[in-house]
Nanobody, 124 residues
Framework: QVQLVESGGGLVQVGDSLRLSCAASGRTFSGYGMGWFRQAPGKEREFVAAISYSGGTRNYADSVKGRFTISRDNAKNTVNLQMNDLKPEDTAVYYC?????????????????WGQGTQVTVSS
């Protein structure tokens, strides 16, 4: 079992930056691909970014490419999402997820463990 806890969400203005963090505990972080997903009110959960266990593969949704950066620190069992140039359409609850296997999957069904989510609100 892997427990995931997100932090770093909040209310920001258009163009601001936020850094989300996800701390993993429980079973070893080793070998897990990690991802970030988000869900806006009235919409389905969507992929944001993912990173392989080694960090060598990173995938991003087209809507966040060039603005968001995913990273991980395996020694600290953490994965981060740096979000720059935030837009109102980035407003959502952001979820951290862990997938057995080391790939950076873009599909939610590949993930085995999920955090509770952290709210990001971008005000115009």
């Amino acid at each position: 079992q892997v427990q995931l806890v997100e932090s770093g969400g909040g209310l920001v203005q258009v163009g601001d930056s936020l850094r989300l963090s996800c701390a993993a505990s429980g079973r070893t972080f080793s070998g897990y691909g990690m991802g970030w997903f988000r869900q806006a009110p009235g919409k389905e959960r969507e992929f944001v970014a993912a990173i392989s266990y080694s960090g060598g593969t990173r995938n991003y949704a087209d809507s966040v490419k060039g603005r968001f950066t995913i990273s991980r620190d395996n020694a600290k069992n953490t994965v981060n999402l740096q979000m720059n140039d935030l837009k109102p359409e980035d407003t959502a609850v952001y979820y951290c997820a862990a997938a057995r296997g080391s790939s950076a999957s873009t599909t939610s069904y590949a993930y085995d463990y999920w955090g509770q989510g952290t709210q990001v609100t971008v005000s115009s």
